[in-house]
């Protein structure tokens, strides 16, 4: 699908772990950056991380980095978002975005508007 769908998210303690996935892809042609966006409690979007089409990892948020790991799996269809160490600060709706290129390499960047496919976000609340 075209449009990104998430899954995981939830509840947990500082200090846990939660793991979230997006699933989007589109025709052969197509390649893809998938990134995570936050939507902190009376904040912004922020960018979080990206992985651009030749599987290659920018981390956006300088408070995630050791932290979140992302990843993706073989059919590259399904990026995931490992978080460890997790904070009451990192409590968000998490989004993930996808920007879509043609037949060439496709960068990640960090504006919201660089992304034209939005999933509808994963709750992730992490509690002291």
């Known amino acids: 699908q075209v449009q990104p769908v998430e899954s995981g998210g939830g509840s947990v303690e500082a200090g846990g772990s939660l793991r979230l996935s997006c699933a989007a892809s589109?025709?052969?042609?197509?390649?893809?950056?998938l990134a995570w966006f936050r939507q902190l409690p009376g904040k912004e979007r922020e960018a979080v991380v990206g992985l651009d089409s030749k599987g290659g990892p920018t981390y956006y948020a300088n408070s995630v980095k050791g932290r979140f790991t992302i990843s993706q799996d073989s059919g590259k269809t399904t990026v995931y978002l490992q978080m460890d160490s997790l904070k009451p600060e990192d409590t968000a709706i998490y989004y993930c975005?996808?920007?879509?290129?043609?037949?060439?390499?496709?960068?990640?960047?960090?504006?919201?508007?660089?992304?034209?496919?939005w999933g509808r976000g994963a709750q992730v609340t992490v509690s002291s």
């Open positions: 975005a996808a920007r879509y290129c043609r037949y060439s390499y496709c960068a990640c960047g960090s504006q919201q508007s660089e992304y034209a496919y």
């Open positions: 589109r025709g052969y042609e197509w390649t893809k950056c």
